[in-house]
């Protein structure tokens, strides 16, 4: 009987594990719904926002802005998304792989400072005794905006003292509810890609100055950038963790039907047991 007990018990509690991974599941879903409009919304604006800063960054002299040049090797920023819970699947796990290999193979021999963003983030690169610059943890969807403004804010002054050779963001991109993609996308130095049919003698007109309308749309254009990544991380985390809870789910049905097989197998067994003891006893009297 003690072996039925311990099978009851631990029916009990994969049935209490699975009524949890099914509301996470749920809760994951709702939020899901509201981030990926979020994205939807957010996407066409800073696709816009870059097309425009590689028009300009086309048309504009190197020495018209300081975001506009290239700096010397010196070091890479590389900004990482992840997130602050976990039971996401490998929606952690894939980003801080995809950030290690970049540091070992795609540096370029200059060493890398990294802004976290994501408690999960912040805990595995801290164990791999990886150089930590900024950390970003306990943020929400509503504080987006200004967690990517002091994001630019940080790093844009040390690219223009020339302490930074480049910008990075690494994030997992949403494609849908159970497809996410890691992106590693540069943001400094700017890569302008000029249409042919434009031509390269076009220009903008700007007023007051260039520096000056320069420095605001670039740093606005960065700002935007990170705020769609943080979206995109998590849109992508909301449906890595609904993917994983669902699987999660159906696996503890699969425990639970096995274990209660388990206990009815057993139950026969010891029910046989007892009616052979009781026959025994009987044919002995």
Excluded: W
Excluded at 92 to 101: D, E, F, G, L, W
């Amino acid at each position: 009987m003690a072996n039925l007990r311990d099978i009851k018990r631990r029916i009990s509690s994969v049935k209490s594990t699975q009524k949890i991974t099914r509301a996470m599941k749920m809760v994951a879903a709702s939020k899901l719904r509201r981030a990926q409009e979020s994205i939807v919304q957010a996407r066409p604006y800073a696709y816009y926002m870059r097309d425009l800063a590689d028009s300009l960054a086309a048309r504009a002299e190197a020495n018209a802005h300081p975001l506009l040049r290239r700096n010397e090797p010196s070091k890479i920023a590389l900004v990482v998304f992840t997130s602050d819970r976990g039971l996401c699947g490998g929606f952690n796990a894939n980003i801080v792989n995809r950030a290690m290999s970049f540091i070992r193979k795609e540096n370029d021999g200059q060493p890398v400072e990294i802004t976290v963003i994501g408690r999960k983030g912040v805990e595995a690169l801290s164990r791999r005794h990886e150089m930590i610059g900024q950390k970003y943890q306990g943020h929400n969807d509503a504080g987006f905006l200004r967690l990517a403004g002091d994001v630019v804010d940080t790093l844009v002054p040390q690219y223009e003292a020339r302490e930074i050779s480049a910008i990075y963001g690494l994030y997992n991109g949403f494609k849908s509810a159970v497809l996410q993609e890691v992106t590693l996308e540069k943001l400094l130095p700017f890569e302008p890609l000029l249409d042919e049919s434009e031509g390269s003698a076009a220009d903008y007109i700007y007023e007051p100055s260039a520096e000056a309308i320069l420095g605001s749309l670039l740093q606005q254009h960065l700002t935007v950038q990170v705020h769609r990544m943080l979206f995109e991380s998590a849109a992508s985390e909301y449906g890595a963790r609904m993917t994983a809870m669902d699987a999660a789910t159906r696996n503890a049905g699969d425990v639970i039907g096995r274990l209660t097989l388990a206990y009815n197998r057993a139950r026969q067994d010891a029910i046989t047991t007892q009616l052979i003891e009781v026959v025994s006893g009987a044919e002995a009297l």
